[in-house]
C-alpha cells in the first residue's frame, strides 16, 4: 500500500507513515472515525436547539410577566373606573365627592370585615357622615344611597402587593379627587377625576387631588377676581379683532370650581381649574382633559385664551356682577336631576358594553319596555334586568356559554342598583331601553315633563333632548328611503338654496356649532375621508349653528370646493332635517330620500355609511 501523502510503498496494514507519519485509513478504522464525527456533529446540533430552548424560555418568561404586568393593571383600571362612576354620581347628589383631604387607604387589607374608611362608609350609605338618611340630596332624595356594594368595596385590593389596599384623597373642598395603587417600593399608578387614563410616577410624586390645593392661587382668590359673572364683548382669532357683544356671551365662574356659559350661539359647562396666576383649565362636560389657556384681569375686564396652542387668540369680557354664581335651587335641582340620569345611563352603557362583548349582541327588546324602581321593584320583570342581573334571563342563564366559553348567569349590574333606578323628573316612572331587531343597537330615554324627553344611545354619550314623540329609533337605518324636507334658504353669499332643487343631486348635509371645537374637529377628520372619494356628483351644505358668516365660511374650507354654507342661529333648518345636535349628518340620496342620519363623530358606523354613500 502507498501512503496518501508521500507516496511512498508502506507496509500493509500500518496505521502510520513511517516516511512522513500520516495517519493511514484503513477499513478498520474508518467506522471509529465516522463514530467521533457522528458525535462531534450531534454536539453541533444539540449546542444550537439548547440556546433555542434557552432563549424561548427567557422570552417566555417575559412574555408572562408583562401579560401578569398587564393583567394587574387591568384590574386596577377596571375597579378605578367603577369607583369613578360611584364617585360622578355621589357629586351629582350632594355637590362634592366624599371629603378625605388627608388621604386614606380602602378595600381588602383596610375595610374587612367591618368597613372603616370614608370613601367606603359614603358610597355604600353605611355610618356615613354626609350621605346618611335624614340628609336630603339636591335632588330632594333621602340620604344612605347605595352607589357601590359593601362587598364589592371591601374585596378591592392591590394586585401588585396584595397585602395592601387602594388609595383615596380629595381637596378639602371635595372638588377633586385622585386614587392610586403602589406597584412596588418606588413606583405608583394612579388616576384622577379630570383624567380618566391610567398614569404611572414615583410614588413619592403622586400629584394633589387638586393643583390649586393649600399654596396654589385658586384658594387664595377672591370673589373679586375671576369668579363671578362677565360677558364678552370681543374677540381676536384669525379675522383679527372683532366686536362680538351683539352674540351676548356670557360666562360664569363659581366658587366651586364650576363654570357656565351661554350665548346666540348655543350654551355649555363644564369645571375650571387655576394653575397658576396667569392659566386656567377649562373642561367641558363632554371632555375628559379640558385646555389650559392664560386668562388675565384687570379691573373689571377679564382676557381669556381661546387657543393653548396660541396665545395671540383671545376674547374680552367685561364684569356684570361680582358675586359668585348660585343660581336657584330650581337650577341646581335640574342640573341635578340631569346628572342622575347621566351617571345611571353610564352605568347601563357600560353593563351593556361587557353584555355585549360576551354574548355578540346587547339585550334585545326591539318593542322597548320600561324598567327600575317602578316597574322592577321589587319582582325583577324587564328583560333588560333580567339579562343584565343573570337573574330568570333567557340568554344569560346558566347553561349557555359566552363567546369566551364562561358559563352564563354574569351579574354585570346589582339586582338592588338596577330596581333603585327611577326617574328623578317624574318619579313614579322608570327609564326606558330599546334595540333594534337584532341588538346591535341600543337606545335608553327618560321623561322629563309632559313633552320632552332625555335620551343617549350605544353611539352617542352625551345626554339629548328632544319631544318625546321624536325619540329616535334604536337603528337609524330605520329611516332610510324616507322623503327629507325641501328646506328653503339664504347661504351667506346671499344666494337662495331650495333643495327640490337639488333634487338630482345627492346631498351632505351637515349640521355644526362651529363654537364647539370637537364638533369641528370631527368636520375636518370627516374632511380629511371625504377627500378619498369623487364627490363631483354631491352637494355639501353646512347648517352653521351661528350668526357669523365668518364662521360657515371657515367650515367650508374643510369640505370639498362649492360647499353652500347656511347660517342656522335657532336650528329651524337643522330641526327640519333632524341635524339639530352637533354634529350630526345626513346621507341623503337623488329625490330626496335619505340614506343615512347619524352623529358626525368618525365612528364605524359613520364612516361604513359616508363610503357606501359616496361610492353607490
Given at each position: 500500500m502507498f501512503c496518501p501523502n508521500c507516496g511512498k510503498q508502506i507496509p500493509d496494514g500500518s496505521k502510520f507513515c513511517p516516511y512522513c507519519g500520516e495517519k493511514i485509513e484503513t477499513v478498520e478504522n474508518i467506522p471509529e472515525k465516522r463514530s467521533a464525527?457522528?458525535?462531534?456533529?450531534?454536539?453541533?446540533?444539540?449546542?444550537?436547539?439548547?440556546?433555542?430552548?434557552?432563549?424561548?424560555?427567557?422570552?417566555?418568561?417575559?412574555?408572562?410577566s408583562q401579560m401578569n404586568d398587564y393583567a394587574r393593571r387591568e384590574r386596577v383600571k377596571f375597579d378605578f373606573n367603577s369607583i369613578a362612576v360611584a364617585l360622578t354620581v355621589y357629586k351629582t347628589d350632594w355637590g362634592v365627592y366624599p371629603i378625605v383631604p388627608n388621604g386614606e387607604e380602602f378595600g381588602k387589607p383596610t375595610d374587612k370585615p367591618i368597613i372603616t374608611s370614608a370613601i367606603c362608609k359614603e358610597l355604600t350609605g353605611t355610618d356615613a357622615t354626609l350621605n346618611r338618611p335624614g340628609n336630603t340630596t339636591l335632588a330632594g332624595e333621602n340620604g344612605g344611597i347605595e352607589y357601590l356594594k359593601t362587598q364589592t368595596l371591601q374585596a378591592m385590593y392591590n394586585p401588585f402587593i396584595p397585602s395592601k389596599g387602594y388609595h383615596y384623597a380629595t381637596d378639602s373642598s371635595g372638588t377633586a379627587w385622585i386614587l392610586w395603587v403602589e406597584i412596588d417600593d418606588k413606583d405608583s399608578i394612579y388616576r384622577t377625576d379630570k383624567n380618566s387614563e391610567l398614569m404611572q410616577c414615583a410614588t413619592s410624586e403622586i400629584p394633589k387631588p387638586n393643583q390649586s390645593s393649600t399654596n396654589n392661587p385658586v384658594k387664595s382668590m377672591s370673589s373679586n377676581t375671576l369668579i363671578g359673572k362677565w360677558q364678552a364683548f370681543s374677540i381676536y382669532d384669525w379675522t383679527g379683532w372683532r366686536d362680538i357683544s351683539e352674540a351676548n356671551a356670557i360666562y360664569e365662574f363659581s366658587n366651586s370650581g364650576t363654570f357656565s356659559y351661554s350665548s346666540v350661539d348655543g350654551s355649555g359647562s363644564g369645571s375650571y381649574k387655576i394653575i397658576d396666576k396667569n392659566h386656567v383649565q377649562l373642561t367641558e362636560s363632554s371632555n375628559t382633559a379640558g385646555d389650559v389657556v392664560e386668562f388675565s384681569i384687570s379691573g373689571d375686564e377679564l382676557t381669556l385664551g381661546l387657543d393653548p396652542t396660541d396665545p395671540k387668540y383671545v376674547m374680552k369680557l367685561r364684569r356684570t356682577e361680582?358675586?359668585?354664581?348660585?343660581?336657584?335651587?330650581?337650577?341646581?335641582?335640574?342640573?341635578?336631576?340631569?346628572?342622575r340620569v347621566a351617571g345611571d345611563f353610564t352605568s347601563l352603557a357600560t353593563a351593556l358594553e361587557a353584555f355585549k362583548v360576551d354574548w355578540g349582541h346587547y339585550t334585545?327588546?326591539?318593542?322597548?319596555?320600561?324598567?327600575?324602581?317602578?316597574?322592577?321593584?321589587?319582582?325583577?320583570?324587564?328583560?333588560?334586568?333580567?339579562?343584565?342581573?343573570?337573574t330568570d334571563a333567557t340568554l344569560n342563564r346558566p347553561g349557555n356559554t359566552t363567546l369566551?366559553?364562561?358559563?352564563?348567569?354574569?351579574?354585570y349590574l346589582k339586582t338592588q342598583t338596577l330596581q333603585a333606578m327611577y326617574n328623578p323628573f317624574i318619579p313614579s316612572k322608570?327609564?326606558?331601553?330599546?334595540?333594534?331587531?337584532?341588538?346591535?343597537?341600543?337606545?335608553?330615554?327618560?321623561?322629563?315633563?309632559?313633552?320632552?324627553?332625555?335620551?343617549?344611545?350605544?353611539?352617542?354619550s352625551e345626554l339629548m333632548q328632544c319631544a318625546t314623540s321624536e325619540i329616535p329609533k334604536p337603528n337609524q337605518s330605520a329611516e332610510k328611503g324616507t322623503k327629507v324636507e325641501a328646506i328653503k334658504a339664504v347661504d351667506i353669499n346671499g344666494n337662495a338654496v331650495d333643495?327640490?332643487?337639488?333634487?338630482?343631486?345627492?346631498?351632505?348635509?351637515?349640521?355644526?356649532?362651529?363654537?364647539?371645537?370637537?364638533?369641528?374637529?370631527?368636520?375636518?377628520?370627516?374632511?380629511?375621508?371625504?377627500?378619498k372619494y369623487d364627490t363631483s356628483n354631491i352637494k355639501f351644505i353646512v347648517l352653521s349653528f351661528s350668526s357669523e358668516p365668518n364662521d360657515a365660511q371657515k367650515l367650508l374650507l374643510l369640505l370639498p370646493e362649492g360647499a353652500i354654507g347656511i347660517l342656522d342661529t335657532d336650528r329651524n333648518l337643522a330641526s327640519a332635517l333632524k341635524v339639530n345636535s352637533s354634529p350630526y349628518i345626513a346621507l341623503v340620496n337623488r329625490g330626496l330620500t335619505l340614506f343615512y342620519r347619524g352623529p358626525g363623530e368618525l365612528t364605524k358606523?359613520?364612516?361604513?355609511?359616508?363610503?357606501t354613500f359616496l361610492l353607490e
Amino acid at each position: 500500500m502507498f501512503c496518501p501523502n508521500c507516496g511512498k510503498q508502506i507496509p500493509d496494514g500500518s496505521k502510520f507513515c513511517p516516511y512522513c507519519g500520516e495517519k493511514i485509513e484503513t477499513v478498520e478504522n474508518i467506522p471509529e472515525k465516522r463514530s467521533a464525527v457522528r458525535k462531534k456533529n450531534s454536539l453541533l446540533i444539540l449546542i444550537p436547539i439548547i440556546v433555542v430552548v434557552i432563549a424561548a424560555g427567557i422570552f417566555l418568561y417575559i412574555k408572562l410577566s408583562q401579560m401578569n404586568d398587564y393583567a394587574r393593571r387591568e384590574r386596577v383600571k377596571f375597579d378605578f373606573n367603577s369607583i369613578a362612576v360611584a364617585l360622578t354620581v355621589y357629586k351629582t347628589d350632594w355637590g362634592v365627592y366624599p371629603i378625605v383631604p388627608n388621604g386614606e387607604e380602602f378595600g381588602k387589607p383596610t375595610d374587612k370585615p367591618i368597613i372603616t374608611s370614608a370613601i367606603c362608609k359614603e358610597l355604600t350609605g353605611t355610618d356615613a357622615t354626609l350621605n346618611r338618611p335624614g340628609n336630603t340630596t339636591l335632588a330632594g332624595e333621602n340620604g344612605g344611597i347605595e352607589y357601590l356594594k359593601t362587598q364589592t368595596l371591601q374585596a378591592m385590593y392591590n394586585p401588585f402587593i396584595p397585602s395592601k389596599g387602594y388609595h383615596y384623597a380629595t381637596d378639602s373642598s371635595g372638588t377633586a379627587w385622585i386614587l392610586w395603587v403602589e406597584i412596588d417600593d418606588k413606583d405608583s399608578i394612579y388616576r384622577t377625576d379630570k383624567n380618566s387614563e391610567l398614569m404611572q410616577c414615583a410614588t413619592s410624586e403622586i400629584p394633589k387631588p387638586n393643583q390649586s390645593s393649600t399654596n396654589n392661587p385658586v384658594k387664595s382668590m377672591s370673589s373679586n377676581t375671576l369668579i363671578g359673572k362677565w360677558q364678552a364683548f370681543s374677540i381676536y382669532d384669525w379675522t383679527g379683532w372683532r366686536d362680538i357683544s351683539e352674540a351676548n356671551a356670557i360666562y360664569e365662574f363659581s366658587n366651586s370650581g364650576t363654570f357656565s356659559y351661554s350665548s346666540v350661539d348655543g350654551s355649555g359647562s363644564g369645571s375650571y381649574k387655576i394653575i397658576d396666576k396667569n392659566h386656567v383649565q377649562l373642561t367641558e362636560s363632554s371632555n375628559t382633559a379640558g385646555d389650559v389657556v392664560e386668562f388675565s384681569i384687570s379691573g373689571d375686564e377679564l382676557t381669556l385664551g381661546l387657543d393653548p396652542t396660541d396665545p395671540k387668540y383671545v376674547m374680552k369680557l367685561r364684569r356684570t356682577e361680582n358675586s359668585p354664581i348660585s343660581g336657584s335651587n330650581s337650577d341646581a335641582a335640574e342640573r341635578a336631576r340631569k346628572s342622575r340620569v347621566a351617571g345611571d345611563f353610564t352605568s347601563l352603557a357600560t353593563a351593556l358594553e361587557a353584555f355585549k362583548v360576551d354574548w355578540g349582541h346587547y339585550t334585545i327588546v326591539p318593542n322597548g319596555e320600561e324598567f327600575g324602581k317602578p316597574a322592577d321593584n321589587p319582582i325583577i320583570t324587564s328583560a333588560i334586568c333580567k339579562e343584565l342581573t343573570g337573574t330568570d334571563a333567557t340568554l344569560n342563564r346558566p347553561g349557555n356559554t359566552t363567546l369566551t366559553g364562561e358559563d352564563g348567569g354574569i351579574e354585570y349590574l346589582k339586582t338592588q342598583t338596577l330596581q333603585a333606578m327611577y326617574n328623578p323628573f317624574i318619579p313614579s316612572k322608570g327609564y326606558h331601553y330599546a334595540t333594534g331587531s337584532a341588538g346591535t343597537t341600543w337606545i335608553l330615554w327618560v321623561e322629563i315633563d309632559d313633552k320632552d324627553s332625555l335620551y343617549r344611545t350605544n353611539k352617542i354619550s352625551e345626554l339629548m333632548q328632544c319631544a318625546t314623540s321624536e325619540i329616535p329609533k334604536p337603528n337609524q337605518s330605520a329611516e332610510k328611503g324616507t322623503k327629507v324636507e325641501a328646506i328653503k334658504a339664504v347661504d351667506i353669499n346671499g344666494n337662495a338654496v331650495d333643495l327640490s332643487k337639488l333634487k338630482n343631486f345627492k346631498l351632505f348635509i351637515l349640521g355644526i356649532n362651529p363654537g364647539c371645537k370637537a364638533c369641528v374637529e370631527s368636520i375636518q377628520q370627516l374632511g380629511t375621508e371625504i377627500a378619498k372619494y369623487d364627490t363631483s356628483n354631491i352637494k355639501f351644505i353646512v347648517l352653521s349653528f351661528s350668526s357669523e358668516p365668518n364662521d360657515a365660511q371657515k367650515l367650508l374650507l374643510l369640505l370639498p370646493e362649492g360647499a353652500i354654507g347656511i347660517l342656522d342661529t335657532d336650528r329651524n333648518l337643522a330641526s327640519a332635517l333632524k341635524v339639530n345636535s352637533s354634529p350630526y349628518i345626513a346621507l341623503v340620496n337623488r329625490g330626496l330620500t335619505l340614506f343615512y342620519r347619524g352623529p358626525g363623530e368618525l365612528t364605524k358606523e359613520t364612516l361604513d355609511n359616508i363610503k357606501t354613500f359616496l361610492l353607490e
